[in-house]
């Protein structure tokens, strides 16, 4: 891999662990249900939690990780040719398409999980019962695996994608390999003869043709 790639895969990568580390803090420091008090009949009292600033950490980094690989590597359908179909283009185009389908269940874990965590003083009517909004277990923990999930495809997308791109000439054949230069060669002719001309004279030709 380039340096260029090198460098690109390594920024995403830490956006990755960045919203995996914000996730799962998010999920260590989020309202448990104990910790929510019921003031009166209709109100209750949360703790004051980070968990809202993680998570918010977390969907802003794993969307950072996914804007830089999709402006790096384009559109794979805007790229793709008849010709230049291979097993490389299948396997970026499944990583493409898996990859931004765990970003999208990711984002939506991590933000509707830090904004039910920030509450304050609603319930919620249940068959005329009263409840306490309160974030389920996991939630911060499934957003932060699959925005690891999302950010590992996106990379192996942009490595296969750069293969495929690599392996494919600009008329969607493979490069020719170079040889190394051009052998220069003379042509051939036949050797020509070294006999003098034989010189007849004149009245033996004549003679030759009315006999």
Known sequence: MERKG???CSVVAFFGVLAAAAGFAAEATRIKASEVKVVSGTEC????????????TAVAALLIAQIIINFATGCICCKRTRQTWNSNWTKALVFYVVSWFTFVIAFLLLLTGSALNDQHGEK???????????????????????AVASVVLGIFYYITLNT??????????????????IAMGQPQFPPQSSRDPVF?????YNRRQFT
Do not use: I
């Open 6 to 8: 090198l460098v690109l």
């Open 45 to 56: 009292s949360y703790p004051r939690s980070p968990a809202l600033g993680l998570g918010l």
């Open 124 to 146: 919620s009517v249940y068959f005329s019962n009263y409840y306490c909004y309160v974030v389920k277990p996991g939630v911060f923990a499934g957003g932060a695996v699959l």
């Open 164 to 181: 495929a791109k690599n392996t494919t000439g600009p008329w969607g054949n493979a490069p020719v390999p170079n040889q190394g230069g």
């Open 200 to 204: 007849v004279h004149e009245d033996t």
